[in-house]
């Protein structure tokens, strides 16, 4: 089967450009979530969905940060305009059911200079 | 406020021996706890859960125990292996309603020498 797989797997920019970082689904899972992954915070969660539909995005750090799920493999989470306090690890994962051990993706490493 | 702390950033151990690697929690209201293994540019991987109804679970050479009193939980990995070398977190979910919401600690990092 195949797991979560998330693109690019590295992304450097110039700040103040648009970045989107995308994330296919494992079939059949219903719950997806995006994570944030630094040095001094560890990995915290942005944002959750269910069946499409975000549930909980208290994560997100501010209003440059936007996520969607367009339908219900695909999502993708976009930084506009990004800045270089967004360099980190950003992780998907998904999982059959909200209560459910949550499968990750490898992450995309992106760095704002 | 870290609720879920890994105190221990680092743990060197001999393949072969056993491989202890402990967390704290401050909220009384987990009752599921798991365990994620990662590897370097990969995404954590699940390893193994409790649940606070139970004091241990084991899986092959990977247990977990629980001391709820204490509000501390151990993975133990025997015998350890130079392919167990990964950060090892550990997180748990809200109870309730939001128990999508996984607490992760900040991991350790434990490398098994051959």
């Known amino acids: 089967d195949a797991g979560v797989i998330q693109s690019p797997r590295h992304e450097v920019t110039e700040m103040g450009q648009e970045v989107t970082l995308r994330c296919k689904l494992i079939s059949g899972h219903n719950s997806l979530f995006w994570y944030r992954q630094t040095m001094m915070r560890g990995l915290e969660l942005l944002i959750y969905?269910?069946?499409?539909?975000?549930?909980?995005d208290s994560g997100m750090p501010e209003d440059r940060f936007s996520a969607k799920m367009p339908n219900a493999s695909f999502s993708t989470l976009k930084i506009q305009p990004s800045e270089p306090r967004d360099s980190a690890v950003y992780f998907c994962?998904?999982?059959?059911?909200?209560?459910?051990?949550?499968?990750f993706g490898d992450g995309t490493r992106l760095s704002i200079l | 406020d870290q609720q879920v702390k890994q105190n221990s950033p680092s743990l060197s151990v001999q393949e072969g021996r056993i491989s202890i690697l402990n967390c704290d929690y401050t909220n009384s209201m987990f009752d599921y706890f798991l365990w994620y293994k990662k590897y370097p540019a990969e995404g954590p991987t699940f390893l193994i859960s409790i649940s606070s109804i139970k004091d241990k679970n084991e899986d092959g050479r990977f247990t977990v125990f629980l001391n709820k009193s204490a509000k501390h939980l151990s993975l133990h990995i025997v015998p350890s292996q130079p392919g167990d070398s990964a950060v090892y977190f550990c997180?748990?979910?809200?109870?309730?309603?939001?128990?999508?919401?996984?607490?992760f600690g900040k991991g350790t990092l434990l490398t098994v020498n051959p």
């Open positions: 994962a998904s999982s059959r059911q909200s209560n459910q051990p949550q499968h």
């Open positions: 997180a748990a979910p809200n109870s309730g309603g939001s128990n999508y919401k996984l607490t």
């Open positions: 969905f269910n069946n499409n539909v975000p549930i909980d």
